[in-house]
C-alpha cells in the first residue's frame, strides 16, 4: 500500500465546476504539498500545509491532521486549470525527503 | 529569474554509456534532490542533499551517482546508462528549516532516453 493516496485518479469536469481533490497518507508528517504539473512536465508548487486551510486565488486547500487526510478544491474550474495535481507529504520521521502520492489528471472541458 | 535550472532538456543515450545532469539553483536554499518520474509512479527520490557537502541516497540510488559542488550546484550522473533509466530526471531545491515553514522548487526536467 502507498504511504500517500489521490482519489480520483482521473478527472474530467466542465468549466466553471467546482472541483475536489483528495489525498490519504498513512504516515506521520510534519508538512503536506500540493504540487502543479502541466501537461509540458513542469511542476510548480501550489501549497505546502501543516495544518487548517489556506487559499490562494481559486485554489483552497485543507488538512486534517487527525484524519490523515487532505483535500484541494478549485472554484469556477477553467480549462487552464488542466493539468496532474500532485499530493506530497513530508515525513517526520529521518532527514528531510518528500513522499509523493501518484497524481490525478484533471482535464476541464470548455 | 529566480530558479531550479536543469540541464540538458532531453538527452538520447546508448546502453552504457554515461552522462550527467547539472542543476543549479539561485535561492541559496541548503537542501536539493533529484527525482524521477515514471508513467504510472509517483515521484520517487534518488538522492538528496541536506546541506553543502553532505548526499545521501534516497529510494532509487541504484545506477546513479551525485556530488554537491557548492551551495548552488548539485549533479547527476549515470555511468553506465541501462534501459531502466529511461524517465523524466527533476531536481528540486528547498530551504532548511522548521517542519512547515518551507517549500520546494522544482526545475524543468530533463527527459531522458536509454536506447
Known amino acids: 500500500k502507498n504511504e500517500v493516496e489521490q482519489s480520483p485518479q482521473n478527472l474530467t469536469a466542465q468549466e466553471g465546476e467546482f472541483i475536489t481533490i483528495n489525498c490519504s497518507y498513512s504516515?506521520?508528517?510534519?508538512?503536506l504539498h500540493w504540487l502543479q504539473q502541466h501537461p509540458g512536465g513542469g511542476i510548480v508548487s501550489l501549497f505546502m500545509?501543516?495544518?487548517g486551510k489556506k487559499k490562494h486565488g481559486r485554489l483552497i486547500a485543507t488538512i486534517n491532521i487527525q484524519e490523515k487526510h487532505s483535500s484541494l478544491h478549485i472554484t469556477a474550474s477553467h480549462p487552464r486549470d488542466s493539468a496532474v495535481y500532485i499530493c506530497a507529504v513530508r515525513i517526520t520521521q529521518g532527514a528531510q525527503k518528500l513522499v509523493f502520492g501518484q497524481g490525478t489528471r484533471l482535464t476541464i472541458n470548455p | 529569474n529566480a530558479g531550479v535550472t536543469q540541464t540538458p532538456k532531453f538527452q538520447v543515450l546508448k546502453t552504457g554509456q554515461s552522462m550527467t545532469l547539472q542543476c543549479a539553483q539561485d535561492m541559496n536554499h541548503n537542501s536539493m534532490y533529484w527525482y524521477r518520474q515514471d508513467p504510472g509512479m509517483g515521484l520517487r527520490l534518488i538522492y538528496y542533499s541536506a546541506s553543502e557537502g553532505t548526499t545521501d541516497k534516497g529510494e532509487v540510488p541504484n545506477g546513479y551517482n551525485v556530488s554537491r559542488l557548492n551551495k548552488r550546484e548539485f549533479s547527476l550522473r549515470l555511468e553506465s546508462a541501462a534501459p531502466s533509466q529511461t524517465s523524466v530526471y527533476f531536481c528540486a531545491s528547498s530551504e532548511t528549516g522548521t517542519a512547515s515553514n518551507y517549500g520546494y522548487t522544482f526545475g524543468s526536467g530533463t527527459r531522458l532516453t536509454v536506447v
Open positions: 504516515v506521520g508528517i510534519s508538512a
Open positions: 500545509l501543516s495544518s
